[in-house]
């Protein structure tokens, strides 16, 4: 169960950008059919973004290229089987997302690939250079723009079993009060990244 102090929009916020290791990010090909890709994220703060690596040519990819509104969700459940409704947590955010610019990769290269490969080792071997990570290299890093922020509200789930959610205003979710955006090294120790080329991750850090 979630303490007192976990229990504000704020601290819940910032439990789950620290804790959920993966989003789910929401996109729409040109022909209107939906797509949603599970990827590794850094965020940072003022204003809420996610960064994520991916292939250029990837679906979501391309479908960000033809329309940038994306919308998405976290989600951290309770390490113990069973229902908890009051362990687990979640947030549904809506966003604009697109390519980072070559000069301005730079405000999110080293923070990215410290929080994706919390390992020195792995992100020594795994990272790409800022050259690869721009035309004509077929990786880039992109960013998600948060504008609206949702979480998940159980607090009359018991009486009638309906899930609701609240709105956070993004201006209650500052720099100051979410922490800035933080590595997650000291939270999950270092993961197996599988051989590149194995279809499931590529080299920024998700899956295609």
């Known amino acids: 169960?979630?303490?007192?102090?976990?229990?504000?929009?704020?601290?819940?916020?910032?439990?789950?950008?620290?804790?959920?290791?993966?989003?789910?990010?929401a996109t729409v090909s040109p022909e209107g059919r939906p797509w949603v890709a599970t990827l590794e994220y850094a965020w940072q703060a003022d204003p809420l973004r996610f960064v994520f690596g991916s292939a250029g040519l990837s679906r979501h990819g391309l479908n960000i290229a033809h329309t940038p509104a994306v919308s998405g969700t976290l989600f951290a459940a309770p390490s113990t089987p069973?229902?908890?409704?009051?362990?687990?947590?979640?947030?549904?955010?809506?966003?604009?997302?697109?390519?980072i610019p070559a000069d301005e990769l730079g405000d999110y290269y080293a923070h990215f690939?410290?929080?994706?490969?919390?390992?020195?080792?792995?992100?020594?071997?795994?990272r790409l250079q800022p050259s690869q990570l721009r035309a004509p290299a077929p990786h880039r890093l992109y960013v998600v723009i948060v504008e609206e922020w949702?979480?998940?509200?159980?607090?009359?789930?018991?009486?009638?079993?309906?899930?609701?959610?609240?709105?956070?205003?993004?201006?209650?979710?500052?720099?100051?009060?979410?922490?800035?955006?933080?590595?997650?090294?000291?939270?999950?120790p270092p993961v197996a990244v599988p051989a590149q080329g194995d279809g499931h991750r590529t080299p920024t850090g998700q899956g295609r």
């Not at 009051?86 to 966003?95: I, P, R, S």
């Not at 159980?154 to 922490?179: F, N, Y």
């Open 82 to 99: 069973g229902l908890d409704i009051g362990a687990v947590d979640g947030a549904q955010f809506t966003g604009t997302c697109g390519e």
């Open 1 to 25: 169960m979630m303490t007192t102090d976990d229990t504000t929009p704020l601290s819940r916020t910032r439990l789950l950008l620290e804790k959920a290791r993966y989003l789910n990010l």
């Open 113 to 126: 690939y410290r929080t994706v490969f919390p390992d020195p080792e792995q992100r020594d071997r795994f």
């Open 150 to 188: 949702w979480l998940i509200d159980t607090r009359t789930w018991e009486r009638d079993r309906i899930d609701r959610r609240m709105e956070v205003p993004l201006t209650e979710l500052s720099a100051t009060a979410l922490g800035g955006g933080r590595s997650r090294s000291s939270e999950h």
